[in-house]
């Protein structure tokens, strides 16, 4: 039997790699004789770095920058062999998992850090950057990156305003280097929100980035206030752009800012190890997320997969840490089955510390049973 398994991160748990080795072990406890194949996959935000090191020809490059908050860390990117190609992952300088949860704020978060490696990669001799969103703890439609980059964003007194979202609402002008005309960039945009609204950036995900209801209110008008002079001086809307509202609203700013190039993360991601044939030539697939929830219906991983299931007519498992209803939606989009890890009543936090057992213990008990009716 060929047995795929493509699961993402589980966040502030487990790595994708971690959790595939975790459900290999469960399977295997079964029946060690099957032929499986690992790819832990990322819907291009936390985990593509670990992805490219693994599947492709290149280096991933350590550097110093800042975090969310401002604080000096070590990060890294993914330099690919010959090439002038740089891959930047969003959440190794400013994602939530960095900020301890009393210092989250996404009014005064920045991506800043996430432009400083940018930087670095271009001194090195980089000329195209690919930049993969998910997993921010920011809200700040990339201004960061942009003010990182030498990009000035001018308030009334024509000085450079403070980083992070609130500031945004004070922005008057803005001048971008022409140095970066000569840069590509492209973005990996791992949802399909858009910039504003109910579905957009602040209203989706600034809650679980630390906002209080009174502060989303603000973020909203300062991202409203922002892409609005992006249209006046840079003639270009953000506001409608598919997947514009990823990081923070980050794809939608670079795409105003630097004319970034978006594309969908998984997609991208999927094309180098030729996903689709595996899917193809696989008898069962197995995936996992650690929350299943409406927001997994804007293009996390576990669709995506369905999706690409559904067209081959494969059975896909989805294992989760949580999951919430309704279930049909999951169904609808080549899901075969859903899977909760916990075994017995126990907390979060318990359930973090103990993913690792968890998901080798269900996926033993779900391929058992799969084997039989096989």
């Not at 008057?172 to 579905?199: C, E, H, M, R, W």
């Amino acid at each position: 039997m060929n047995i795929l398994i493509a699961p993402d991160s589980f966040k502030e748990s487990l790595n994708a790699n971690e959790v595939a080795r975790s459900i290999a072990n469960g399977i295997n406890k079964i029946n060690p004789n099957h032929n499986i194949e690992e790819i832990p996959i990322s819907d291009g935000g936390e985990g593509s770095i670990d992805f490219l090191k693994i599947n492709c020809a290149g280096k991933a490059v350590k550097h110093e920058t800042v975090n969310a908050i401002g604080n000096k860390i070590l990060s890294e990117y993914f330099k690919f062999r010959n090439s002038k190609t740089a891959w930047v992952e969003l959440s190794q300088a400013s994602g939530l998992a960095l900020i301890e949860k009393k210092n989250r704020n996404p009014g005064l978060t920045s991506t800043y850090g996430t432009g400083l490696s940018i930087n670095h990669a271009i001194k090195s001799g980089c000329s195209e950057i690919i930049l993969s969103l998910g997993g921010s703890a920011t809200n700040d439609a990339g201004a960061g990156i942009f003010q990182a980059l030498g990009g000035e964003l001018l308030d009334r007194y024509n000085k450079q305003i403070k980083k992070g979202c609130e500031p945004l609402f004070k922005v008057k002008q803005i001048k971008t280097p022409k140095y970066l005309n000569n840069i590509k960039f492209q973005i990996a945009y791992d949802v399909s929100n858009t910039l504003l609204g109910i579905n957009g950036a602040t209203k989706t995900y600034s809650r679980q980035k630390g906002a209080t209801l009174d502060q989303m209110e603000r973020l909203e008008k300062s991202i409203f206030h922002f892409s609005q002079i992006i249209k006046k001086d840079l003639k270009i809307d953000i506001t409608k752009v598919k997947g514009g509202g990823s990081a923070g609203g980050t794809a939608a700013g670079l795409y105003g800012l630097l004319g970034a190039k978006l594309t969908n993360g998984f997609k991208l991601i999927s094309r180098l190890v030729n996903l689709e044939d595996k899917i193809k030539s696989s008898d069962i697939i197995f995936t996992a997320e650690g929350k299943l929830d409406y927001q997994s219906l804007s293009g996390k991983v576990p669709i995506q997969l369905g999706k690409l299931a559904k067209k081959y007519n494969k059975t896909l498992i989805c294992l989760a840490g949580s999951i919430e209803p309704p279930y049909q939606n999951f169904y609808r989009n080549g899901i075969s089955g859903i899977f909760n890890i916990q075994n017995k009543p126990i907390s979060l936090n318990k359930s973090m510390k103990d993913a690792e057992n968890q998901i080798s213990d269900i996926s033993s008990r779900v391929f058992s049973f799969f084997e039989k009716i096989k």
